[in-house]
């Protein structure tokens, strides 16, 4: 059994971007394989940050419906939603890392999920936050 990773917003985002076709080859083997295996944790963030990211800033940019429907798709994964505490310990994991508050935010919801890691390529890969260790799934590309 393999632990829990929590997918950033950019991995879902890259499955319906085709600027770039390899990054997008894997973002789409990873939610195949996270789905199939119930592997990956998203949250209600990332599916607002899809959402606003697919309507506007990408080549062909998805309708509202459209976006919607890739958002139902994703509902399959476990969704963490936000609260209080987790705003809290957000602004203690920006204060301490100095990273955004919405990067922040991401490992507080990864570390309520009890991930052993994040998928992002955001973040610096190799760095742990709070125990959770951040990799990115197209590294190697680059």
Known sequence: ???????DTN????AYDN?????????QGLLVAGIER????IS????GEFFNVVTRNINNPMSPAEAQKAISLF????????DLNMVHRAIDTHI????????ALIVSAAERCDCKSILSEDLNT??????IVVNNPFGEYQ
């Open 126 to 131: 190799g760095q742990h936050y709070h125990g």
């Open 11 to 14: 991995v879902l985002v890259y």
């Open 44 to 47: 209600v963030q990332v599916l």
């Open 75 to 82: 509902s399959v994964l476990p969704v963490q939603e936000i």
């Open 96 to 103: 301490e890392y100095k990273i955004s508050y919405w990067d």
């Open 38 to 41: 119930e592997r990956y944790v």
């Open 19 to 27: 600027r770039d076709r390899r990054k997008q080859e894997i973002a």
């Open 1 to 7: 059994m393999h632990d829990k990773a929590f997918l």
